[in-house]
């Protein structure tokens, strides 16, 4: 079944996993930096604001915030990497 407004949910991940990765980028990251957030990117009820996209966030020493969007959390999550790591 698919959800209001025509969109359906494709990708699920199970929370463990979600938690080694979040894991593993943390670790992946610079000296300073912090995993601070993982959250769908709908950005309100209406059909035209809804998203499947999922938005993840690091914040750096000096309050620098830097955010990765994808279709599924674990590839959000994974692009907050720095290429060179």
Do not use: F, N, Y
């Not at 199970?14 to 995993?35: E, F, H, K, M």
């Amino acid at each position: 079944m698919g959800t209001p407004g025509g969109r359906s949910h494709t990708h699920r991940v199970d929370t463990d996993d979600i938690g080694g990765v979040w894991a593993r980028v943390q670790a992946a990251l610079p000296d300073g930096w912090t995993v601070d957030g993982l959250r769908c990117a709908s950005t309100g009820l209406a059909p035209e604001e809804r998203s499947d996209d999922w938005i993840a966030v690091v914040l750096g020493p000096d309050g620098e915030e830097r955010s990765s969007r994808a279709p599924d959390p674990v590839a959000a999550l994974e692009g907050l990497v720095p290429p060179d790591r």
